[in-house]
């Protein structure tokens, strides 16, 4: 039995995320995502609460044959035990999967494995730009799994990225 751990702030979960976890699925029987920066929302760059990225995972990735859990992690001050953090919220895991380099290094000098994959069409499939689209009232849809659009129209997402997009304090 193998588990792997893939980590991002899915600001929204997106077709890019969506592909390296079909992807991860293959390799891996069971799969903990966890939801980074926890605990930020409501500014440009982390809109959406962690349980709102909960609902967007957690139903985007029925649709794999794969067991998932979603772990809300915190942000720390401190990089350097930042991997015994992640640690501690998180069912064990043998294999860490990031295209992060500050992650994949914190991770390699705790001696986790790191998988890296292929960026996957990331001149579209970027949590920015997917953003900057929502603000500016163009397509965004086609971006993320359906089960995304669904969520952020539930929680009404359009309305709260443009608000906080306007008030150029949350503008982070
Ligand atoms: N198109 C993609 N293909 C493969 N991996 C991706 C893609 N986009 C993001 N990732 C990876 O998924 C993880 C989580 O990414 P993250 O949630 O920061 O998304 P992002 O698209 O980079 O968002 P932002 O632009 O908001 O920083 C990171 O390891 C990132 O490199
Ligand atoms: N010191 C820390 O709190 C620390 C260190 C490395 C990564 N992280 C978090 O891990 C996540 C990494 O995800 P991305 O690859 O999407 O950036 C982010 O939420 C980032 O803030 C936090």
Partial sequence: ????????????????????????ADEVDELVLGIGSAGDSHSTRNPFTAGERIMMLTKAVQEFDITTYA?????????????????????????????????IQLFREANVEVRQSPMFKREILEGTAVRKRMIEDENWQSRVPDAVVDVIDEIDGIKRIQMVADDDSNGR
């Fill in 1 to 24: 039995m193998t588990r792997g751990f893939y980590i991002g702030r899915f600001q929204p979960y997106h077709n890019g995320h969506h592909t390296m976890v079909e992807r991860i």
């Fill in 71 to 103: 772990v809300p992690i915190e942000d720390l001050d401190r990089n350097s035990v930042w991997v015994s953090h992640v640690q501690s919220m998180s069912p064990d895991f043998d294999v860490a999967y990031s295209n992060n380099p500050l992650v």
